[in-house]
DNA sequence: ACCGATTGTCGAACCGGTTCGCGCAAAGTG
DNA sequence: CACTTTGCGCGAACCGGTTCGACAATCGGT
């Protein structure tokens, strides 16, 4: 079924019906009707193919996430979920694309054979390379995150320096001396995961504002991971009372270590972090954290992202959010021993 | 950049090009040598919508899931991820359509533009017309789950009656005698979904053969409604002592509920249901189930999809599949109160 | 030296849309 | 009534690939 049948039918040229279907051109009450009724008729709708190869966009967007190989917190899961629908709001459709993968084949065959309009990145290291393999062949993006020099770029991001202070000056607050921080696993820290840094960075900075005393350590995502990495922070320092993470997967083993070392939360220990504020509220006691507005951002990047492409010549535009932080119950005053 | 200039700066004709890249016909080695040269200098990658146009097939299958609305658990967030990885990994890209949503234009756009040569369903209905709507248009599919005629489908599906049977059957070896069972909420239920309905079945099934009591609740897909549930299970029920759940959202609120009705786990209360292994490792204590082997389910998915695509006339195939039960640490043998 | 088979390359048509310029007929103007 | 304007629809060209039939050059055999 394609356009030339329905021409045939409607007894019209094949112009005269692309002109019907994009109203690019007016077309006479009487023929419009005519074709109309034999498309609806047809259930015809023209091939994607077709029309992204004639005018030159796919109407799609790429939406590049990390491989599963190191597990997906649910904050990046999040993100997914709301990047695609809306996109589906936008009309646009969402191809997905592992990076990082062994030789970066779907990430390669995504940008060279224009595949797609644009694309949005995730899990953004502060020097990201992605970035110039997107510019050399003229995509447009949108980063999920902030690279090291983010003035003049597209992109939405959580200020995770602002984040990771104001859980420190939370937790300084409540009278907690030594503190700890649980941050992203080693290997991505050392490829530069730019919320890794920054957070690690403003943790740092408030710690030594504060005059608190820090430990900061690199943790896997996952559980056992979590319990493994609770341990020792109790052992290198067990006059720790409280925690600081932005490594969500391992949220739950940091609780098992806790529980199983005998530190009731938030009496004996108080937790807190950057934490998707659903995830947070799986947990028992639910977690005081900075809540990601996972939906807001998903929705920020399609949005910038769609207008970068309407207007190829704007000015670059950025969202730097820097949500409040949820008081639940993970965290209490330090005990007074 | 285009297989015309290529041709051009090469000095053979386009077809010539066109071989040395499909290798369909042979190329003297000259020529071939001299092409690639140029193709390797301008790092010339064709068009895929021009490709896809012309031969019919766009390389990108579908992913059609329900939308975010009722939030995503972590186990249909993982068989995104795996379905990508192994799609990428036979050179096929992932399309996301979020179907359910009020007028399903992503979907429909998915189908009649064809933009796709193939879809995966997930969270399959046991009448599922989203199987109508891709005959109708021809384009072949497989479910991640069972209608309620499986024989002559091409799915990979869990075998959730026998895994409730064997949850219950595990509870029942432990002396347990009054056992609640927590599905997915009412409305997907009510919808049809299959998990929750095959699920149910085995689950009364096996509490039948074993004569055990048994109390049925449908939850919300979060943790508050988990907890709400557990409050009313031992409201109604107070010499409940152990539940089976499918509902991995509603999870964390069991245990807290429990928590706060002050019965432990798994002394006075044991917990298992069917759940992704690696969220059954998050909570404390870590949680016996059934593990959804996500993985592997979602490479079978893609595997089924591309060799329906590849032989179009072949048999029907499926793999269903019922992992064992995983001991962790949340059932234990009923008290002796 | 001639003929048939083989090999390698080319041109043209096609996939299914979009878009531009043109011609024709009806309507508007003096 | 001749002359421009306007409104509609048509045909052709194009987007960037793939594929088929034709043809020239080379090869082997008698």
């Known amino acids: 079924m394609n356009i030339g049948e329905i021409a045939k039918r409607a007894g019209v040229s094949r112009s005269t019906v692309s002109y019907v279907l994009s109203g690019k051109r007016p077309v006479s009450d009487g023929t419009r ?18 029309r992204a190869l004639a005018n030159g966009r796919t109407n799609t967007i790429g939406l590049v996430f990390p491989p599963a190989g190191n597990h997906y917190t649910g904050m990046q899961l999040d993100f997914i979920g709301n990047v695609v629908e809306a996109a ?9 694309s592992p990076s990082g993968m062994d030789s970066d084949r779907s990430f390669q ?13 995730m899990e953004l290291r502060l020097q990201d390379d992605r970035f110039d393999h997107l510019d050399s062949v003229g995509l447009p993006a949108v980063a999920i995150g902030r690279t090291a020099h983010p003035e003049n770029g597209w992109w ?10 104001a859980c420190v000056h939370h937790l300084a607050d409540l009278g907690h001396r030594t503190i700890a921080f649980v941050n992203r696993p080693e290997q991505l820290l050392r490829a ?55 490594n969500e997967a391992a949220l739950g083993g940091l609780y098992r270590g806790l529980a199983q070392a005998g530190r009731h939360v938030p009496r004996d220990f108080s937790v807190t972090g950057v934490v998707a504020g659903r995830w947070a509220e799986t947990v028992t006691p639910q977690l005081t954290a900075a809540d990601v507005p ?3 951002m998903g929705r920020l990047a399609v949005d910038l992202l769609v207008e970068r492409l309407d207007h190829p010549e704007a000015p670059a535009r950025h969202h730097l959010l820097a949500p409040p932080i949820s008081l639940r119950a993970s965290t209490g005053p330090a005990g007074t021993g």
């Open 33 to 50: 009707q005519k074709i109309q009724r034999v498309i609806d008729e047809l259930g015809y709708q023209p091939n994607a193919s077709a």
């Open 88 to 96: 589906a709001a936008k009309d646009y459709d969402v191809l997905l």
């Open 109 to 121: 065959r995504l940008l060279g054979e224009r595949r797609v309009d644009g694309a949005i990145l």
């Open 156 to 165: 939405v991001g959580l200020d995770h320096t602002a984040l990771a202070e």
């Open 192 to 246: 530069g995961y730019e919320s890794a840094h920054r957070g690690l960075e403003g943790f740092t900075k408030a710690a030594a504002e504060r005059g608190v005393t820090s430990r900061t350590y690199c943790c896997g995502d996952d559980a056992s991971s979590g319990q493994a990495c609770l341990e020792r922070i109790l052992h290198d320092e067990p006059a720790t009372t409280a925690l600081v993470t932005l």
């Open 294 to 296: 996972a939906e807001q």
